[in-house]
């Protein structure tokens, strides 16, 4: 039974064919849909095996890279983020560009299953030939989720995409993540929803480059301007998200299609202006490296913390800490000496 | 002559005798002011030999710890720091309490020299005997300068003072640091004198419980009462800074004296509030069991960033990812793969 289930299932699903590191970087630089869909599910593999082709391929990719605009896209389930993104990005094709929409959403792997780019909400925008979506990779840790986006956005500009839209639940922490990967940060809001509804977490205004207010349709366009104005007061209180650049509140109704051309001239006059001055290639260089730097933490404290001496000890010593008998410096030096000798009996 | 001058300062100042465990700890708990002193020399010494004994010190006081309020105090050069804190720690000593003021500068390591603790500051509170001033102890990162001022709090809690006041400069990563180690966080800002002018970096006012608008005396009375209206319709956009409490804006004038008990008031109110919710001592043992875990990346960082091997690749790794020719993972790979050669060497 269990021989014939397999040569059944070898006949209807013959196994793909295994590509070479040429045919990855071939087929993305010709911009070949399958293959580039093959390419990102190689770079967010979790597999060991897959590492060494995935940063071969990645290396020859990226003199073809960096030549779009990277969006971030965030704002709380019910702001409208699925519609906006299909108007926003319909409207950029229709001026001729092409459009990827990442999604990311660091919490699918615990619900085991993305809210996020689920190509059905964006019916019109998935059957355009210009589009690609692809919803968030899963892989546990934040870091993890950030790592494997950043490469599919290189990916993605290798193939030609011009226009790369990093969508993100607002949420927490992943819009300081995204705002690490992207040029231009834009902050969806709701009018009358009041701040706490919106769940809008601390600091995530500052890292705004664009406020927008959507739904501002119907009996909405009157305290969408308010809002508005509103926001545009609060701003004044933040230091600005880019150097040189103010961020400023806008409406739109993504439904109606309403305000959408508006947003796009902002984000490029926003291109022109920190080009000119050069914040732009600057802030990219950096996120270069400070990307590097934020893999070296990541992977320094997973050595730490994944060491068995360290999670049977860390208990213990967490709760001695906050009962208050042992001194953090005592317990900090009890864990490290745990993971020394734990790394010296491998 | 070289020998002559050694006979001399062996004759005029005779080395102080060496301290036991057991010394340090009874002198702070009685209360000694000299030994109170010396145990936070102890305590901030760079020495690896005395890091055993500041230790042991520690341990035994700790169960003598925890019973002062800790209360952060910012506010950027000029806006009055040391008036204000002359002015409420005399207050604070008028109602029976024992003030400790520690300043935390962590640039002082750079500017050779602190600018902040110059007892000739408070000329009035350092001649007061419940009064205990200590300048911000130098050496070097900022992590390094945030361990020792949190051990000096427990110091001089043991010691009997039921008010900390941890004093900091309003210029950046500082008052992260001091957040993180006090259980009420207050703000000093000038009126009129506009939010660049003040250096307010992102996110300080979210970091908050009150935000007290100094120097509101003649002129400057209406300007201080329109700044307070400012700042309490701000303070609406911003998450809380501690659960449940309502950050407000406060005038005072600390020349005057007037304003300072009302500021002394609402502390006293949350910390009613906040004990009885329990948000105050859920706070405390998040805070050391934080900073149990800063240390700790704080160490395996600089065990990393203070390799020999890392060093000499870093800049040529920074500069081939910048320009784009290598991939960040790579980069990483390479750079821990230094890391862990030069420990095998060792």
Avoid at 304 to 323: C, K, M, R, T, W
């Amino acid at each position: 039974m269990g021989t014939d289930e397999a040569a059944t299932r070898q006949k209807t699903a013959p196994r793909r064919r295994q590509l070479s590191v040429d045919d990855y970087v071939q087929g993305v630089l010709e911009g070949d849909r399958v293959i580039l869909a093959r390419t990102i599910t190689l770079v967010e593999s979790n597999s060991a095996a897959h590492l060494e082709t995935a940063q071969e391929v990645l290396k020859q990719l990226l003199p073809h890279t960096g030549k779009s605009i990277r969006i971030g896209i965030t704002g709380v389930p019910g702001v409208g983020k699925s519609t906006f993104i299909e108007a926003f990005g319909c409207h950029l094709i229709e001026q001729g560009h092409k459009v990827a929409v990442l999604a990311i959403d660091p919490t699918s792997s615990r619900t085991k299953g993305s809210i996020l780019g689920d190509k059905t909400r964006m019916e019109l925008l998935s059957r355009e030939p210009n589009a690609f979506i692809r919803p968030s990779p899963t892989g546990g840790v934040l870091g993890g989720v950030s790592r494997k986006s950043k490469e599919t956005t290189l990916v993605c500009e290798a193939a030609g995409f011009d226009v790369v839209l990093l969508e993100t639940v607002g949420v927490g922490q992943s819009e300081t993540m995204v705002r690490s990967m992207v040029d231009f940060f834009l902050l969806l809001m709701l009018a009358g929803a009041g701040d706490e509804l919106q769940g809008i977490k601390k600091g995530i205004m500052e890292l705004a480059d664009a406020i927008v207010i959507n739904k501002a349709d119907g009996d909405n366009i009157a305290p969408a301007q308010q809002a508005k104005a509103e926001y545009n007061r609060a701003v004044h209180y933040l230091a600005p998200a880019t150097q040189g650049w103010q961020t400023k509140a806008y409406t739109c109704s993504a439904l109606n299609n309403d305000g959408v051309a508006k947003i796009w001239a902002v984000i490029e006059a926003f291109r022109q202006q920190t080009t000119a001055s050069g914040v732009f290639e600057n802030r990219r260089r950096a996120q270069m490296v400070d990307w590097v730097h934020s893999i070296i933490k990541e992977q320094l404290l997973t050595q730490f913390y994944s060491s068995l001496a360290v999670q049977q000890a860390l208990p213990g010593i967490e709760a001695d800490v906050a009962n208050g008998v042992l001194p953090a410096t005592s317990a900090v030096k009890a864990l490290l000496n745990s993971f020394e000798n734990d790394k010296e009996d491998k």
